[in-house]
């Protein structure tokens, strides 16, 4: 069993302090969102997954950390100031702001083209989805990067204008040389960075599926030209299989190839990993949405952001640069630009996935209908939540508080005695705790605890000397 829907996981997210609206004391502030106790431990829990798994598993890697506000430059090289623009329309009627590109007209299958969109909004044939309104306004461009100005200067003043950056991408891109003759790396090596991006967005919405500030896992992966295709392969073979590890089922998710026309100016090709976000919807095509997607970037950043190359009548390309971004080939003693494959995932997607399909419901004797987050114990906020069978009893209470200590060095463990044990009990599978370590009377005596496990609610008896290797051995990401 997954989530029904995204609003099941809103409510269990605020209820239980995964994630809350923010700024909400003055009224929220649109599909924008803060994470809580168990939201940031979750988090926490995906980027370090992502990194042992891009970074330290591998032989190939470099970490990076660029910074947000990059030279306004690196954004006109890139494209993003030109095309980094979502189609805008406007219901004249109730002033609903859309994306052209995702309106919905009958009888034309697919993605509207902006040309197209323009002429059905011109022939009155696409209603506002708001109102139903036909009056809507020809789509125009709207650029999603988020401006700011840098320095003490007027706030009109060009030459202070910068952005947020709209993807950690071109961080990683012109530090390409930095790394490489830091590293010593030789093709193919991939350089890895996670980190906040921000997106003007539209239409945001769907709590963190879609947010104006949201964090990305995006990982370039260097390769000769004629390496390329065979690399995207791996790589989108790879992140599937990744996925499915972390806890996303295989049934909830699926490839897909965006056609010729959805592809990003740099792109060869792109493929989707998309999960069923909305599996509410009646039509199984409006189920999915992006998870990820994994993009053959071809050589185009390392030869945009680079001072080489010239046109047909030799006028340099980038006048701005001050460094050529080629790479040379010891082997082939050939110099060229590197082909780029792309991996980049959402931080908060994959939670929201995690949470969707970690979501199941289980009925126990008394009829009561229990919500059981089957989070693989990787991913769960909190690792053993240990218990006292009786909170007027001090030496139960002072065994369980004292193995708590003993167990937080090497595993996120809380104490609770705040109920009756079926209630503790319940709280800790709603918010995926795998285990629950109970002190009772006879632990007094005997020097060992009972282990209940959230998924099977069975109970097994350990030794307190095993407990901490004992939870370790199931805490494994295989496990
Ligand atoms: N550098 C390529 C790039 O940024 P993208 O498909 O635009 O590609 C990659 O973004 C991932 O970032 C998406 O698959 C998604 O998980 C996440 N993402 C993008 N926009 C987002 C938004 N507005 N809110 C939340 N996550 C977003």
């Given at each position: 069993m997954s989530a029904p829907n995204i609003e099941t996981?809103?409510?269990?997210?605020?209820?239980?302090?995964?994630?809350?609206?923010?700024?909400?004391?003055?009224?929220?502030?649109?599909s924008s969102w803060d994470y809580g106790p168990l939201g940031v431990e979750l988090a926490n829990n995906v980027r370090q997954a992502w990194w042992r798994w891009m970074v330290y598993e591998r032989d190939d890697m470099e970490g990076l950390d660029s910074s947000i506000i990059l030279n306004r430059l690196v954004w006109k090289y890139s494209g993003h100031e030109d095309t980094f623009s979502d189609p805008l329309v406007d219901c004249r009627d109730c002033k609903s702001r859309l994306r052209a590109d995702k309106l919905e007209f009958s009888g034309e299958p697919g993605a509207p083209k902006i040309g197209g969109v323009a002429e059905m909004i011109r022939q009155r044939r696409i209603q506002c989805p708001n109102c139903g309104s036909k009056d809507l306004t020809e789509p125009r461009p709207f650029n999603l990067m988020f401006r700011t100005h840098i320095g003490a200067t007027a706030e009109d003043d060009p030459e202070s204008l910068a952005y947020l950056r709209?993807?950690?991408?071109q961080g990683i891109f012109i530090n390409f040389l930095n790394v490489l003759n830091t590293s010593r790396r030789k093709l193919p090596f991939g350089i890895a960075q996670i980190g906040k991006s921000f997106r003007n967005e539209v239409t945001p919405g769907n709590f963190i599926f879609r947010?104006?500030?949201?964090?990305?896992?995006?990982?370039?992966?260097?390769?000769?030209?004629?390496?390329?295709?065979?690399?995207?392969?791996?790589?989108?073979?790879?992140?599937?299989?990744?996925?499915?590890?972390?806890?996303?089922?295989?049934?909830?998710?699926?490839?897909?190839e965006q056609p010729k026309e959805e592809l990003a100016h740099y792109a060869k090709r792109t493929v989707d990993i998309q999960y069923r976000f909305f599996p509410e919807r009646d039509e199984e095509e409006r189920q999915w949405d992006e998870l990820m997607g994994i993009a053959n970037r071809t050589d185009f950043d390392l030869r945009t952001h680079s001072k080489k190359p010239e046109n047909a009548e030799g006028k340099r390309l980038n006048p701005d640069s001050t460094e050529d971004l080629s790479y040379f080939d010891e082997q082939t003693k050939q110099r060229f630009y590197p082909y780029v494959i792309e991996p980049a995932a959402g931080v908060n997607r994959?939670?929201?996935?995690?949470?969707?399909?970690?979501?199941?419901?289980?009925?126990?004797e008394k009829n009561e209908t229990r919500v059981i987050l089957k989070l693989k114990p990787a991913m769960a906020p909190i690792k053993a939540a240990v218990l006292p069978l009786a909170k007027n009893k001090p030496e139960i209470v002072g065994m369980a508080k004292a193995i708590k200590r003993s167990l937080q060095p090497v595993l996120r463990a809380v104490y609770d005695d705040t109920g009756g044990i079926g209630k503790l009990y319940a709280r800790q599978d709603e918010i995926g705790t795998p285990f629950c370590v109970t002190?009772?009377?006879?632990?007094?005596?005997d020097e060992a605890v009972t282990i209940r496990d959230r998924d099977t609610w069975e109970q097994e008896r350990v030794k307190l000397a095993d407990l901490t290797t004992h939870l370790l051995q199931r805490l494994k990401p295989e496990a």
């Open positions: 996981i809103v409510s269990l997210a605020k209820r239980r302090g995964f994630v809350y609206p923010s700024s909400e004391i003055y009224g929220g502030l649109g709209p993807e950690t991408a947010t104006r500030e949201f964090e990305q896992m995006e990982m370039e992966y260097f390769v000769r030209p004629g390496e390329d295709e065979q690399a995207h392969q791996e790589w989108i073979d790879a992140c599937y299989q990744w996925y499915q590890e972390i806890g996303v089922s295989a049934e909830n998710m699926r490839l897909y994959t939670i929201l996935a995690l949470l969707m399909d970690a979501y199941s419901e289980r009925t126990n002190v009772d009377h006879q632990s007094l005596e």
